[in-house]
């Protein structure tokens, strides 16, 4: 038993980074993140036995993530909807910043199986078949869901980068 939470907590230190990384691009914002993080480590440590003689571990653990992340979207307060403009504004960012910053809106904007296959495609680099086994889906639905979610982003990125001239 100590052997296989020893090789627990050596995994999680060794993936903790990606995997907060990969919850933020999915819900853009990191305490949600973090919570999302937690729920999906909680649900590896449960099943840590069969899940440490997996192939692919990572693969494994991204799924859960996903699929945490998917769940937290169907629930009732998650819904609401914060304010558009804060009442004190800061100082100006720098154009790099600024363009992240709107592809980062532009991405929390889409469904979230867009937003899920864009992330897991484009941040996660996973190719179409491991994106549809992540999410239970054909490779056709992925394919799909990619062509839309592009096909918006890039209409609202021209649009801003339109209104910005």
Same mark, same amino acid.
């Given at each position: ?5 020893a ?5 999680? +230190?060794?993936r903790?980074d @990606?995997?907060?990384?990969?919850a /933020?691009l ?6 949600? #993140?973090d919570?999302?993080v937690?729920?999906a ?16 571990l990572?693969? /494994?653990t991204?799924?859960? *993530?996903?699929? %945490?992340?998917l769940d937290?979207c ?9 304010? !558009? +403009? *804060? ?6 960012? #720098? $154009?790099?910043?600024a363009?992240?910053?709107? *592809? ?11 937003? #899920?296959?864009i992330?897991?495609?484009? $941040? ?5 078949e ?7 889906c054909?490779?056709?639905?992925? =394919?799909s869901? +990619? %062509?839309?979610a592009? @096909? +918006? ?8 980068? /339109?209104? !910005? =001239?």
């Open positions: 038993m100590a052997s296989e939470v090789g627990f907590r050596e995994y999680v +230190t060794g903790m @990606q995997l907060r990384r990969t /933020y999915l819900c853009s914002d990191w305490h949600t #993140a919570d999302l937690s729920t480590l909680v649900k590896l440590y449960r099943h840590w036995g069969r899940a440490s003689t997996v192939d692919n990572d693969a /494994y991204r799924q859960i *993530l996903v699929r %945490a992340w937290e169907r629930r009732p307060w998650r819904r609401e909807r914060a304010w !558009e +403009t *804060l009442p004190d504004r800061g100082a100006p960012v #720098a $154009f790099e910043v363009d992240r910053v709107a *592809l980062l809106a532009q991405l929390a904007e889409l469904p979230p199986r867009q937003r #899920a296959v992330v897991l495609r484009y $941040f996660c680099d996973l190719s179409i491991d994106t549809a086994e992540v999410l239970g054909t490779a056709g639905t992925v =394919k869901q +990619t %062509a839309r592009l @096909q +918006t982003l890039r209409g609202r990125l021209v649009g801003i980068a /339109y209104s !910005e =001239k």
